[in-house]
């Protein structure tokens, strides 16, 4: 696995500490028991597909910026910013995202576009969530820039297990998971999200290169 620089066009960040993973993933028989806390110690490295963005109407969900980066949302921006400059935030307040018979449609579309379906079935169970959070950007009517992830132990070339949490798409919008806030429905806010940023044409990775 190897490291590489990456470069945010807004704000130049160089940070050879971003590992980027091709490999794949596969579930582990780890005892779930020991990660159903809120702060996991984990390796932090992103798959290399993360970095596109998809827009699927049917599913109400989009991950795609502005074509006019001085449109993209302070809150995106601050949170990619931090994301690049310190993955280890990933770690922090990251839950277990819980994968059932009502919402397993529209997730598997959304992940099948990150994770073939193979790899998919294989990690249901190891799927994440971690909320990034520019303090400096107060967040009105939108939900907080999320990380997907999934949660893996592996076995290095010492036989020494190892925690990876590999990030397998951004949601900077908060529509993979909606939730409910103050008196608007989860369903509301996400009606209204997307009916705003599913115009949006530009892939995150517009924003990103690799040196």
């Known amino acids: 696995m190897s490291a590489h620089n990456i470069k945010f066009e807004i704000k130049n960040i160089v940070n050879p500490s971003v590992k980027v993973f091709n490999g794949g993933l596969f579930h582990n028989s780890y005892n779930k028991q020991n990660i159903r806390v809120s702060n996991v110690d984990a390796e932090i490295r992103f798959r290399d597909s993360s970095f596109s963005s998809i827009n699927l109407p049917e599913s109400k969900f989009s991950n795609m910026l502005p074509d006019d ?87 290095d070339e010492y036989k020494v297990p190892k925690q990876y949490l590999t990030i397998i798409l951004l949601d900077p919008y908060h529509l993979f998971i909606p939730s409910n806030h103050r008196e608007k429905s989860k369903v509301k806010i996400v009606e209204e999200t997307y009916s705003e940023v599913g115009k949006f044409g530009s892939h995150i990775s517009k924003y990103f290169s690799f040196n």
Request: glycine letters at 4%; proline letters at 3%.
């Open 69 to 155: 980066k001085l449109m993209i949302a302070p809150n995106v921006k601050g949170a990619i910013e931090k994301l690049l400059s310190h993955p280890e935030l990933v770690n922090r307040d990251s839950k277990e995202i819980f994968i059932t018979d009502k919402n397993r449609d529209r997730l598997k579309k959304i992940i099948s576009c990150y994770l073939p379906d193979e790899e998919y079935c294989s990690v249901e169970e190891d799927f994440r969530k971690s909320d990034i959070i520019d303090n400096d950007v107060v967040l009105v009517g939108r939900g907080s820039f999320r990380v997907i992830t999934v949660y893996s132990v592996e076995i």
